[in-house]
């Protein structure tokens, strides 16, 4: 089989963000789509544009920002969703209408109350729709890993008869393996007639584990296009995750004749962007960009690598975007110097104001801290496009006692719609202290479900990565916090998740399980 390309439709701005706690913003959706951009992402799915108001602006924010990646609106077959899909897309350079129905028994009984003809005539009449918006229509077959074969194939005929120029075949709840979607994918290739006249694309859960699997093993069964995410973000168990497929076909090219147009070197900075935004840690062994995944502490395998990297790695770190860490930065190093190591690191600030704001955060990081290592300095640009005038809490001063066979007291001023207030309050532990305190002035009758402390670099004066997740009447956020004072982090992790929960749009998403 002769080099054939792999399209790579990014979802992590629309499926990665019906994780529980992942809702992002306007600006911070703008900012993924303009990473995403830069890494050369074919297709970027920007969002359910009929869900709120706020998703139609972040979808059609998108759509006028970007423009050398397609821009992707998800619909169902319904008019008033392909119309406002239609109608966010307009100021695209490319635009694509991502229009679904589900076709299992289960859901075509249970959710949809249709008979398969039903299903099959809204199919039909839905694409016919979204091309008199654009050209590029993609059709969805939501829960084809647990649809009869045979209607599998009249549906996906009729589709592409009805003007889809892409088939999707969604493994909608992770049920499928590997050799089993494999086969699926080469029969529908086989047993469709008009198989020929659309490109066939694949989106994967990881309920099982295997969403990278199930995907690999359709692309070597004929998919054109692989459906995924930054980090494996998405609902349940996530999605397959978009390092780790671009990685697989670009190390394994013996048994993968393609490639994708994927510049590999932005994938680390988008890993760590997304998790920054989302409050989504990534974990220490995740494959590509977790923090381990190119570390040795095994005496065999370091002595190994010192004497060929090939002999326990098989891809540079630096295809990826690790670094090696070559220029130390601490205090005395200059503006210069800190611009070019984060443009080595991918990073070019829009303007000469937030270059100032991320230089200034730079040098109050290093009176603390010795050595300024590269994971600080992607914090440190994440912080940079914060705003925080348009948050309803600040933390101003928190002042903690703590001592041994003493309860913990913390004293905490925070700013509250632009007026100070102060509290006092004890508790289990100066982090639980600090905690009370907070909630003593803000009130907020939030749970705390999540309690999360990673360091981001080595060495004592290590900045702490807090992660927080806090949940009220059903709505949950995650909130993300730093400091070389695990206590200061862990309030700015708490204050990040209540100022999500203030702004956050009250989202009506129609009842759909996803693709």
Not at 29 to 48: H, N, P, Q, S, T
Not at 281 to 308: L, M, R, T, Y
Not at 385 to 412: D, F, K, M, Q
Request: charged letters at 25%; hydrophobic letters at 40%; proline letters at 3%.
């Amino acid at each position: 089989m002769s080099q054939e390309s792999l399209i790579i439709f990014d979802t992590t701005l629309r499926d990665g963000e019906q994780s529980p706690g992942a809702s992002m913003t306007l600006e911070e959706k703008v900012r993924i789509a303009k990473m995403l951009e830069k890494m050369k992402v074919d297709v970027i799915e920007a969002g359910f544009p009929v869900a709120s108001p706020g998703d139609f602006k972040a979808v059609k924010a998108v759509a006028d920002t970007i423009k050398d990646s397609t821009v992707c609106g998800l619909s169902r077959a319904l008019d008033k969703d392909i119309e406002a899909a239609g109608e966010a897309l307009k100021g695209a350079t490319a635009a694509r209408i991502h229009t679904f129905i589900a076709t299992s028994p289960i859901h075509m009984r249970e959710k949809l109350n249709m008979q398969p003809e039903q299903v099959l005539d809204h199919a039909v009449r839905a694409i016919k729709k979204a091309r008199q918006y654009v050209d590029d229509v993609e059709f969805s077959a939501e829960d084809a890993g647990r649809s009869e074969p045979e209607f599998l194939y009249r549906i996906v005929e009729a589709a592409i008869d009805a003007g889809a120029r892409t088939i999707n075949i969604p493994d909608t709840v992770g049920y499928t393996i590997p050799h089993q979607f494999g086969e699926l994918m080469k029969n529908l290739l086989e047993k469709v007639p008009n198989a020929d006249k659309a490109i066939f694309s694949v989106h994967c859960h990881n309920d099982l584990g295997l969403a990278v699997g199930n995907s690999l093993a359709a692309f070597l069964n004929g998919a054109r296009q692989i459906e995924c995410t930054i980090n494996g973000l998405g609902e349940r168990a996530g999605n397959a995750s978009l390092e780790e497929i671009v990685m697989a076909v670009r190390t394994r090219q013996d048994v993968f004749p393609c490639d994708t147009r994927i510049d590999a070197t932005h994938i680390v900075p988008t890993s760590r962007l997304v998790s920054r935004i989302t409050g989504f840690p990534v974990q220490p062994n995740k494959a590509v960009v977790g923090k381990n995944a190119f570390a040795h502490e095994s005496g065999i395998h370091q002595d190994g690598v010192i004497k060929s990297r090939e002999t326990y790695e098989i891809m540079r770190a630096q295809d990826v975007g690790w670094s090696d860490n070559k220029m130390v930065l601490g205090k005395h190093s200059g503006r210069n110097a800190f611009k070019t190591r984060l443009k080595e690191l991918g990073f070019v600030f829009d303007t000469d104001d937030q270059l100032n704001q991320a230089f200034q955060r730079f040098k109050n990081l290093a009176d603390r801290k010795h050595e300024i290592f590269d994971e600080d300095l992607l914090l440190i640009v994440s912080q940079t496009h914060e705003n925080p005038e348009e948050n309803t809490y600040e933390l101003i001063y928190s002042e903690v006692c703590s001592e041994t066979g003493e309860t913990p007291n913390a004293r905490v001023t925070l700013k509250i719609e632009g007026q100070e207030v102060t509290g006092s309050a004890s508790g289990s532990g100066p982090v639980d202290a600090v905690y009370q305190a907070i909630e003593l002035l803000v009130n907020s009758q939030t749970e705390l479900k999540l309690y999360s402390v990673n360091n981001i670099t080595r060495g004592t004066d290590s900045q702490g990565e807090v992660t927080v997740q806090l949940q009220k009447n059903g709505e949950m956020v995650y909130g993300h916090g730093a400091h070389t004072d695990i206590v200061i982090a862990s309030a700015r992790a708490y204050i990040d998740a209540l100022n999500k929960l203030s702004s956050m749009i009250k989202r009506s998403h129609p009842q759909y399980d996803g693709i």
